[in-house]
């Protein structure tokens, strides 16, 4: 009897570990920024390039800020949830476009619209990098303080909007 | 699409085989002397600790790749990224502080050893340890069950001993 049960516990402990390993996600690196506030820059406007942002312009409130581009499949599959977001107005999103050529972005935006209350244009990734962006789209929860509360690295899907981002903003909008 | 060959070539079809052969060669050997678009970098130095610095860091969009070897998009602007530090005057450690500052501890292949990277620097030498730990049970205990099968009872004993004897005796001439 004993001498199955050592190699019998030795399985299950290998089992567990690989049935953990396998439900990671290898892609996902937790970012060192969350809880550090959000990096600086001034960036042009995608709709008005002489117009600059700054996070600074938003400080005191709560916002999206998701990286984008039109060269980027999965920015299509997450972008009708951004959209339906921007109509519900329950957070301001703004939009990163990361490395994309200015015709192409706003192409983009006029066909699946636009759910941003403005985009910066991040021409040639530094912003991007100050971010540790690494997989577009990603999406960054930033509070009033300008601290960034959380990243979501892939597309925003409906159940990480509805049980991770949506009650995080509503906690820091309280 | 124009044959780049002359025409007197085409006749001679082992010439042309030949001279596939050799594009082929200079097209394959090129992203080897190539490094990338980096006319500018003369500073052979500086490319030299690009290189190194770069070596040590993982290229996050092809996880199993050295931000050196990769030619994703990310990889070469944060090469470039690396360039401009060093041309800036900053150390090695600098620039690698700079980029676990955004990426975190996982883009380095050698990560600090911190309590979360614990497990990572000796998990293996535990592992190790357990086994020859394993090891050293399992012989001792074979060891045991050897020396038990051996002992024999004194009348087992005088009846080996009376065997040989005999195997003895027959031995002789």
Known sequence: MNRFLLPLGIFIVLVAFLAIGLNLNPREVPSPLIGKPAPAFALPQLHKPEASFSPKDLQGKVWLLNVWASWCVSCRQEHPLLVDLSRKGIVPIYGLNYKDPREDALRWLKRYGDPYVLSIVDAEGRIGIDYGVYGVPETYVIDRAGVIRYKQIGPVTEDVLEETILPLVAELSK | ?173
């Not at chain 2, 614990?118 to 998990?123: A, D, T, V």
């Not at chain 2, 020396?147 to 195997?167: H, P």
Request: charged letters at 25%; hydrophobic letters at 45%; a positive charge.
């Open chain 2, 1 to 173: 699409m124009k044959n780049p060959l002359p025409a007197v070539t085409r006749r001679h079809g082992g010439f042309r085989f030949f001279a596939i052969l050799c594009f082929l060669w200079v097209s394959a050997a090129q992203p080897v002397s190539a490094r990338e678009a980096a006319p500018t970098a003369a500073d052979v130095a500086v490319e030299k600790r690009m290189v190194a610095i770069s070596e040590e860091l993982r290229c996050l969009v092809c996880q199993n790749e050295s931000l050196a070897g990769s030619q994703a998009d990310l990889a070469k602007d944060l090469r470039r990224e690396i360039r401009e530090q060093i041309a800036q005057g900053r150390s090695d450690q600098e620039i690698l502080d700079f980029m676990t500052g955004r990426y975190g501890d996982f883009v380095r292949y050698r990560p600090p050893l911190k309590g979360t990277t614990f497990l990572l620097w000796f998990g293996p030498f535990l592992l190790l340890v357990a086994g020859i730990a394993a090891l050293a049970i399992i012989l001792r205990r074979r060891g045991r069950r050897v020396v038990t099968a051996a002992a024999l009872s004194a009348d087992e004993q005088q009846q080996a001993e009376a065997l040989l004897r005999l195997g003895e005796e027959e031995g002789k001439p």
